[in-house]
């Protein structure tokens, strides 16, 4: 099995968002933000010259927002199953009534979003093997 097996689809990901949204709507919230988050990697350490530790990490989760009356509750899960994710809206609904209002709570508009905005230039993948990432770590490690 690839990590990939492990992992949902850009597409399942943006579907469960859009469902999220769809819910929430269905309450009479006034906002709501959906932030998806989707990890696979490792990492590596040494130590007196051999491999230290070794941690794999396959990694998905969401954060749903919502705003209400200028009230804004939030909660989080990585199990995003459908029946999980009804149990995050029914959570989130019941907890938005008991935050204190605040005038300045809620989403940007849009004519407060910046739409051009500088590259920055982040983003640097790096493909490295597991035996590689090891042998680099070690060489670090006699390096330091």
């Known amino acids: ?8 689809s850009l597409a399942d990901l943006s579907d469960r968002a859009e469902y ?11 906002q709501a933000e959906v ?3 989707s990890s696979v990697g490792f990492s590596v350490s040494a130590r007196q010259g051999k491999c230290d530790s070794l941690e794999q ?4 989760s969401l954060s749903l927002t919502i705003y209400n009356n200028h009230c804004v509750s939030t909660v989080n899960s990585t199990d ?8 995050l809206v029914d959570k989130v609904v ?10 300045h709570n809620g989403l940007a508009t ?6 051009d905005y500088p590259e920055l230039d982040l983003y640097h993948p790096a ?18």
């Open 1 to 8: 099995m690839h990590n990939s097996d492990l992992l949902l």
């Open 20 to 30: 999220l949204l769809g819910k929430i709507k269905s309450q009479g919230m006034d």
């Open 35 to 37: 932030d998806v988050s």
């Open 57 to 60: 990490n396959i990694d998905q």
């Open 80 to 87: 995003l199953a459908y029946a999980a994710l009804d149990k």
């Open 94 to 103: 019941s907890q938005v009534k008991f935050v204190q209002q605040d005038e």
């Open 110 to 115: 849009a004519s407060e979003l910046a739409f």
């Open 127 to 144: 493909d490295l093997t597991v035996s590689a990432a090891v042998e680099l770590a070690i060489e670090m490690d006699h390096i330091a």
